[in-house]
């Protein structure tokens, strides 16, 4: 089974709308991290956010925040009041067990931001 | 949040040569780093996880002489494409790991190599 999955290939939302992309996950330990990056068309993977599996509320960062419910190990981004800049790859990530453990990355979904 | 270079951002070279690509931690130190490489359009393929003082844990199917990986300082990690062939084409990617906090992995801004 897939331990991180994405199911929205390709996403489009209006410039200054909020935006949703999905993030699954499986696992069966107790303790893990889940990390969403984005990735512009540069290259360069850029770290949003991050929420640990003991953590009570969910994370924010500036426009970024995670939607973590963690019955439905789901895990999920949201992108209030998008901005041009945000056109780009976005990678939900997870690391299970202990620090310093690998990272699985999901397939990745392509925002783009009309103005 | 933490910066990690990497060197060269892009590079060519002839089949049969070998390539360095370095991988820097430069405000922390990074015990472990990993090596990704990435095809176009899609996601990022651990290569392997290095860590500083002893050799390179590699995934399954990756080959170990070929894709050789050093981790000699808490900030410096390199990998050596050797004898590449034009099928190494790719996105090579590096990541520390920061162990303050979260052990978030912050990201190089990669290298693009293309073997003629």
């Known amino acids: 089974a897939q331990k991180i999955t994405q199911t929205q290939p390709g996403m489009f939302v209006q410039e200054k709308e909020a935006v949703t992309l999905d993030c699954t996950y499986d696992?069966?330990?107790?303790?893990?991290?889940l990390f969403w990056y984005k990735q512009p068309s540069s290259g360069e993977m850029i770290f949003l956010i991050y929420?640990?599996?003991?953590?009570?509320q969910n994370a924010t960062e500036g426009r970024y925040s995670l939607n973590f419910q963690k019955a439905r190990k789901s895990a999920n981004l949201v992108i209030s009041a998008s901005q041009l800049g945000d056109s780009a790859m976005y990678f939900c990530?997870?690391?299970?067990?202990?620090?310093?453990?690998?990272?699985?990355f999901g397939t990745g979904t392509s925002l783009t931001v009309i103005p | 949040g933490a910066v990690v270079s990497q060197h060269p951002s892009w590079v060519i070279c002839k089949s049969g040569t070998s390539v360095k690509i370095e991988c820097r931690s430069l405000?922390?130190?990074?015990?472990?780093m990993f090596w990704y490489r990435q095809f176009p359009k899609q996601s990022l393929m651990l290569m392997a996880t290095s860590n500083e003082g002893s050799k390179a844990t590699y995934e399954q199917g990756v080959e170990k002489d070929k894709f050789l990986i050093n981790h000699a300082s808490l900030t410096l990690s390199t990998l050596t494409v050797t004898s590449a062939h034009p099928e190494d084409s790719s996105f090579y990617i590096c990541?520390?790991?920061?162990?303050?906090?979260?052990?978030?992995?912050?990201f190089g801004p990669g290298t693009r190599l293309t073997v003629l």
């Open positions: 990530a997870m690391r299970e067990g202990a620090p310093g453990n690998q990272f699985y």
């Open positions: 929420q640990g599996s003991y953590d009570q």
């Open positions: 405000d922390f130190q990074a015990t472990t």
């Open positions: 696992t069966s330990d107790p303790s893990y991290g």
């Open positions: 990541s520390a790991r920061d162990p303050r906090g979260t052990d978030t992995q912050y």
